[in-house]
């Protein structure tokens, strides 16, 4: 047995809870209610990041500052294990704290955890803002881009900052995508005798020296000229750069469709291209990942930077050939074959590992793969459609239809 995986010998765990995991706020020993104050006067050992363990000095049991990764402090506390053992952690420890990590490793009915008010819930009071009808995410330890999707017009967000750089870099990408009259409030240190609060516009930020604990109150401001990512499938090609390798915008729409995402799935993109259909289906769900296989560097290169652009951060992009790089990958929900269905071991490979109730689509432009697309058509059944799509173009002075080519489609579902 792991010894960082005790759930597996659940009958030998602590007849009560043993571990107590309080949420500590800037003002320390003062915010804490009578019952987290004893659990931390009458643990053994007390666990927590140096500036918690400052926040509620003096203390008088042996103490234990988080090393670096945080992980490797479990080991101690999992050595305690039936002793009273206190954690200290930020505000709420479930809400983007220690506590789900521990929880994965301890039996909750060994855990009693006395939180405090979240970062959000204190930044919601402060701007008077109803907490529900925020979006609230966190940049701590993430990509900033992973916030673009929520950048929507007339949004309230509230961000949990990585440092005090993250302000200024949130206000250029905010700047950026044309919605510089987005006011920030950042909100330094609540709830203690540190606390700061101000504002400005995205466009000209100037605020200096930020505290490295902040938390951003974003309101939203989108001129129809901003670049919003929409909620619909099917965004402008011209969001996405390309060497021409694209699924077009229709048919991209109609390819999610058949892929029916769902919340938390993991998706092959076999040849991936410029990436379009991996960041819709990422852009779905904020769950949803995608392995995007491209054996071309500079395509692959291309589709991480539209994947960035978009604030699809589910998308990881891997360089090589299918079928071989298609080995020891951990098995998908879904895939889509954009390129190289017609060669041999791809489809096998696919199917081989996509999982019972699993979608897989192939799109296909040639008449040999669309010969494929029949056989397997006729081997394992499933849907099969052709796609015709005509645009509007210009013809001199006047306007005419212009077709592309057709696209033959198959989706078919794993028994």
Known sequence: MNALSPK?????????????????????????????????????????????????????????????????????????????????????????????????????????????????????????????????????????????????????????????????????????????????????????????????????????????????ALQVEAPLTARVVTLAPGLDDAWFANDGQLTKSEMRAMTLAALAPRAGELLWDVGAGAGSVAIEWCLSHPRNRCLAIEERAERAERARGNALQLGAVGVEVRVGQAPGALADLPPPDAVFIGGGAHEAGVFEACWGALKPGGRLVINAVTLETEARLAALHGAYGGLMRRIALSRLERVGSMHGWRAAMPVTQWLVTKP
Not at 105 to 125: K, Q, R
Not at 161 to 169: E, F, I, M, V
């Open 8 to 216: 597996a010998d659940v009958e030998s765990s602590a007849a009560r809870p043993w571990l107590a995991i309080v949420g500590v706020g800037e003002d320390g020993r003062a915010g804490l209610s009578p019952a987290a104050l004893r659990a931390l006067e009458t643990a053994t050992l007390v666990v927590g990041g140096a500036r918690h363990l400052a926040l509620v000095a003096p203390i008088a049991a042996p103490t234990l500052a988080w090393p670096s990764p945080i992980a490797d402090g479990y080991g101690a506390i999992l050595a305690r294990r039936g002793e009273a053992v206190c954690v200290l952690a930020t505000g709420d420890p479930f809400n983007h704290g220690v506590g789900a990590e521990l929880a994965r490793l301890i039996p909750a009915d060994e855990i009693v955890c006395h939180p405090g008010p979240s970062a959000f819930t204190l930044a919601a009071a402060r701007m008077g803002w109803s907490l529900p009808e925020c979006a609230c995410v966190s940049l701590h330890g993430r990509a900033l881009e992973r916030i673009i999707p929520l950048l929507q017009p007339g949004a309230r967000l509230l961000a949990l900052s990585w440092d005090g750089t993250t302000p200024a870099r949130l206000a250029a990408l905010l700047d950026e995508r044309g919605m510089g009259g987005s006011k920030l409030t950042v909100l330094e240190a609540m709830g203690g005798p540190r606390e700061r609060v101000r504002t400005a516009d995205a466009a000209g930020f100037a605020l200096g020296d930020v505290d490295p604990l902040n938390t951003i």
